[in-house]
């Protein structure tokens, strides 16, 4: 394999190692909040820098005939080899994991019980700790480890290795990657990103040394960036600065919140959380009704709950709040609530809406004008709205000398002091508001509906971006805004951009979108997902509640960039810049409406970017961002990398980064690629999200796919029955390189790599020539399809999966006996071979249908359950699946129903009489051997406890039939 016109094969085009680089992304996403750039404010869809550096080193190293070595030496680049885990090593692993990978002889040595016996070296100590750090797997490792961008590189001894095979003069990354550039371009490498997002690559880059040129069509985006390469990149002492003004601005509030007196109460008390809720008359009663989801305010340490009690003078209800009730108590005020998912349930027992609830449709149809939409001056909801917004709770800070932590927790209802108190809030506001409007303190901006702003308009009739807020975080994140921009004559861009972007992050943390949850106690984020959700009860925070979303970046991460940073505001195919790597990483296929969503955050810079940054825009520019998946985004994908292939060298190299969803959606992609002018010339497949569940158990995985690509070159026509067995023969060689580099403790790749794989070799063929018979690639990306239709190479890239499932003979399988079995069986002996390597994704398993040919497959699963999937036990099928035609008849199903008659009357030998009532049991016993053993070896699979007995069972039955005479 040659990738085009580069004289030398990177590393990344010859091999990857996927297993390890999806483990750390996993453990660099699972920091959350401490990841390095996430604390520079929300962007959806970032890309774990460990990603970046794999993906970026691996394209500036290039291959050499000995890929195990050149493997060894990527590893103790990244610190992901023995040497560099242990130089990673954060904590101490605890005796009682010692205990589990000793043996006895060293346990008597080394152990008392639980603990470490007395009297041990410290050399004593550390040698255990290396001894079982070094027995341990990758992921129990990195349990104890740093990631590899909280340590300085590799150590000296590292790099007398790397250089060595390298024939390189480096002892920092950065120095290696401006040598490894030079070689290839003559000067340090330029990496180019044009939808930078939140900055991932560009910060990366730059961090390991590269110049960099980041654009991105959104403007909060832009400033994200800039703040990662300027302000985390800018080194401990820039940080120190920020931090500094950050704090001058959070004491400079503080005093006037103080002045003020709106957040103190009569005991000298702080509030730390106003809890507010919605309320709406009682369509059928006409009683008042607050809507809370629950009624338990919080459950974790202080046990609070809200308690409803009737005011039938007033129709209303008052709410008492409890602090420090049972166990039993907070549970059932969890349960109970006065809205469902199914609508309100009014707590009025005498109401027809305590039996049945009220759709909030129903009781937006009966208020009289139904819902009001907002308008631009309205702060609070007027008397007559549906919705009103009700104070019903706070959360006090009492400071506490004798308390250990030196405060004391108090939730109360709010007393007539404390509502007078949110009158001088609104007072506060009102006499400010337009002209805070008008200089850029709180937001003015109107919300143009669309796919995600629609629902804050339709629900609430907020028609602004200021309505989803309550006065109190106006006021508040208003001074914020207001002190940080009045610093402008003193202070620099730098920190002035800083605490810009840090009032968005307030404002994520601090709005009526954000929710209060009553377990850990806290309120969350916004955008804790991708939508502007509106809520029926919500936190406003107090001052000392709002310094963790206020103070940033943490020290830890700042570094110094000392490279040439780029960052414009642009559309992607208008780039002008050339650069010699682009690693990108697409709107594609993700339903992320970053242009809607974003425009929450504009709405507070929109102003004061404009002092900052005069160049840019502070347009969302909607219209422009590239979403979807039908024929315009297909022709604005082409026009985009048409344009970054014209900006960059011939041997210069793409990265496209997209998540994976199903094989059709990305070789589609490839496709815009080629017609692009690009070849493909690698695909890996990284695990890098994760909703719940861990990266060991294959839960809840999904993969983003580096496409790795070259310029195409070639004036080349290639027929498609000549392409054919170019494919076949480019699969298997790829299969069995990565075979070959395999470790079988510690698989670097799964069965969904592999398959990729098969596509990746497939595109490597097709996208080699510039032109496929007389296919015009251009005319059939730009058509409208029907649902369901395929472009005409996807036969092509399809045939591949299946050459690559005939090529992968299942382990412990004759390879002989495979090629008898028909598609159906192949199929499901496959599949169970991927659920004992814990494989779940419904994803996997079309894949695998689709690699076989077969369409439905539904008899041989148990489940199909998104991430639940897994096919039936021999117990599991039914007798009536038996007979018939396609898998019902095959010798696999026979093997199966005879394993289950053998399990039902607990004894081998039924399942042997059944089988030999096979005609041809004699001629087929070797092949039902097999397929009993290999049943028997699978249900060993931690991952297959369903099968315990039945694979015991087929291990029985092997030995009979195997013992059997004529
Ligand atoms: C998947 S995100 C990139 C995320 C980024 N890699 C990160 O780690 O944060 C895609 C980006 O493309 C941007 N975008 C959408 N349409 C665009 C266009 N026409 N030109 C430039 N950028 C665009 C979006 O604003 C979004 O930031």
């Not at 070595?69 to 994991?97: C, H, S, Y």
């Not at 070296?121 to 961008?149: G, K």
């Not at 937001?443 to 309550?470: A, D, Q, V």
């Not at 032109?771 to 092509?796: C, W």
């Amino acid at each position: 394999m040659s990738p085009g016109n580069s004289s030398t094969l990177s590393f990344i085009e010859s091999q990857f190692p996927v297993s390890k680089v999806s483990k750390e992304s996993y453990k660099e996403r699972r920091s959350v909040q401490s990841q390095t750039l996430t604390q520079l404010g929300k962007w959806w869809g970032r890309k774990p820098l460990i990603l970046v550096r794999a993906a970026l080193i691996g394209l500036l190293m290039p291959a050499s005939g000995d890929p195990v070595r050149d493997r060894e030496i990527f590893l103790k680049i990244l610190t992901m080899d023995d040497e560099g885990m242990w130089q990673r090593k954060k904590t101490n692993i605890p005796a009682r994991v010692l205990a589990g990978y000793l043996s006895p002889r060293e346990q008597a040595e080394y152990l008392d019980g639980n603990r470490l016996r007395s009297g041990l070296s410290r050399e004593e100590r550390d040698d255990l700790q290396r001894t079982v750090f070094l027995r341990m797997n990758y992921d129990e490792r990195l349990r104890y480890c740093y990631r590899p961008e909280e340590i300085d590189g590799p150590s000296p001894e590292a790099w007398i290795e790397i250089n060595a095979h390298l024939g390189t003069h480096a002892s920092s990354i950065p120095e290696l990657v401006e040598e490894l550039g030079t070689r290839q371009f003559g000067e340090r490498p330029s990496v180019g990103d044009c939808f930078c997002g939140g900055g991932s690559v560009p910060f990366e880059a730059a961090r390991i040394g590269c110049d960099v040129y980041a654009s991105d069509l959104n403007p909060v985006a832009a400033l994200l960036t800039w703040a990662a390469l300027n302000i985390v990149g800018g080194g401990e002492e820039v940080v120190e600065e920020v931090k500094q003004a950050q704090q001058e601005i959070y004491d400079t509030v503080d005093r006037q919140v103080t002045e003020w007196g709106i957040e103190e109460n009569e005991q000298g008390w702080r509030a730390y959380a106003y809890l507010y809720c919605c309320e709406v008359v009682c369509p059928e009663c006409g009683w008042r009704i607050p809507l809370l989801p629950t009624l338990s305010v919080a459950e974790r340490m202080d046990k609070v709950i809200a308690e409803l009690v009737p005011d039938p003078t007033h129709k209303r209800y008052d709410i008492l709040i409890h602090e420090g009730v049972s166990a039993e108590a907070s549970r059932e005020a969890k349960r109970s609530g006065t809205i469902t998912s199914r609508g309100m349930i009014c707590p009025n027992p005498e109401c027809p809406g305590h039996v049945t609830p009220i759709s909030l449709a129903a009781i937006r149809r009966e208020h009289s004008g139904g819902l009001r939409l907002w308008e631009s001056g309205d702060v609070v909801p007027r008397p007559d709205d549906i919705f009103q917004e009700r104070l019903y709770c706070i959360r006090w800070q009492e400071r506490d000398e004798r308390s250990r932590s030196g405060v004391r927790w108090h939730f109360h209802a709010p007393t007539a002091a404390d509502l007078e108190r949110e009158e001088r809030v609104l007072a506060l506001l009102q006499e400010r508001f337009h002209e805070w409007q008008e200089k850029g303190y709180i937001p003015s901006m109107k919300i143009e509906p669309g796919e995600k702003t629609t629902e804050p308009i339709r629900t609430r009739g907020w028609t602004h971006w200021h309505h989803l807020f309550t006065p109190r975080q106006l006021l508040h994140n208003g001074l914020f805004m207001m002190y940080s921009l009045s610093l402008n004559a003193v202070v620099q861009l730098t920190e002035m951009a800083c605490l810009v972007s840090s009032v968005g992050n307030l404002a994520n943390w601090n709005s009526k979108l954000s929710r209060w949850d009553n377990s850990t106690e806290l309120a969350k984020d916004t955008f804790y997902n991708q939508a502007l959700n509106t809520l029926y009860n919500f936190p406003a925070r107090g001052h000392f509640f709002l310094k963790s979303a206020w103070i940033y970046p943490s020290k830890d991460y700042s570094t110094n960039i000392l490279t040439n940073s780029q960052i414009f505001i642009r559309n992607a195919s208008s780039i002008q810049e050339a650069v010699s790597c682009w690693i990108t990483d697409p709107p594609y296929a993700d339903a992320i409406n970053y242009h809607e969503l974003s425009e929450f955050f504009l709405a507070w810079y929109e102003k004061s970017l404009k002092n900052l940054f005069p160049d840019w825009s502070t347009d969302s520019k909607r219209a422009l961002a590239i979403t979807g998946t039908g024929e315009e985004f297909r022709r604005s994908m082409v026009e985009v990398y048409a344009n970054l292939t014209r900006h960059m060298p011939d041997n210069g190299a793409q990265i496209v980064m997209f998540t994976h969803q199903d094989a059709g959606v990305w070789a589609d992609l490839a496709m815009i690629l080629w017609a692009a002018g690009l070849q493909v010339t690698a695909a890996w497949c990284i695990a890098t999200e994760t909703e719940s569940g861990g990266l060991k158990k294959g839960n809840y995985v999904q993969g983003t796919v580096l496409l790795v690509l070259r310029k195409q070159t070639s004036e080349e026509t290639a027929f498609l029955d000549e392409i054919a067995p170019e494919v076949e023969d480019e699969v298997k060689r790829q299969l069995d390189a990565m075979l070959a580099l395999d470790d079988e403790d510690d698989p670097n790749f799964t069965d969904t790599d592999y398959q990729l794989a098969a596509y990746a070799a497939a595109l490597r063929v097709l996208t080699k020539y510039r032109k496929i018979e007389d296919i015009d690639i251009m005319r059939e990306l730009y058509r409208p399809r029907e649902a369901g239709e395929k472009n005409p190479l996807e036969g092509v890239i399809e045939n591949a999966v299946k050459i690559a499932c005939d090529h992968l003979v299942p382990k412990n399988i004759d390879d002989w006996i495979w090629r008898q079995l028909g598609p159906e069986e192949r199929f499901y002996l496959k599949g169970l071979e991927m659920e004992s390597h814990g494989e779940y994704r419904i994803g996997a398993y079309q894949e695998l249908a689709r690699g076989f040919g077969i369409r439905n497959y539904q008899n041989l699963q148990a489940s199909g359950r998104a991430n639940e999937m897994r096919l039936k036990t021999a117990s599991e099928f039914k007798d009536r699946d038996i007979g018939g035609e396609g898998f019902s008849s095959s010798l696999t199903r026979q093997v199966l129903f005879a394993v289950r008659q053998a399990v039902v009357e607990e004894d081998a030998a039924a399942g042997r009489v059944w089988l030999r009532t096979l005609p041809d049991y004699w001629g087929k016993r070797k092949d039902i051997i097999a397929i009993l053993r290999y049943l028997a070896v699978l249900g060993m699979s931690e991952t297959m406890p369903q099968w315990e007995k039945d694979a015991e069972t087929a291990g029985i039955l092997a030995v009979v039939v195997e013992g059997d005479h004529v």
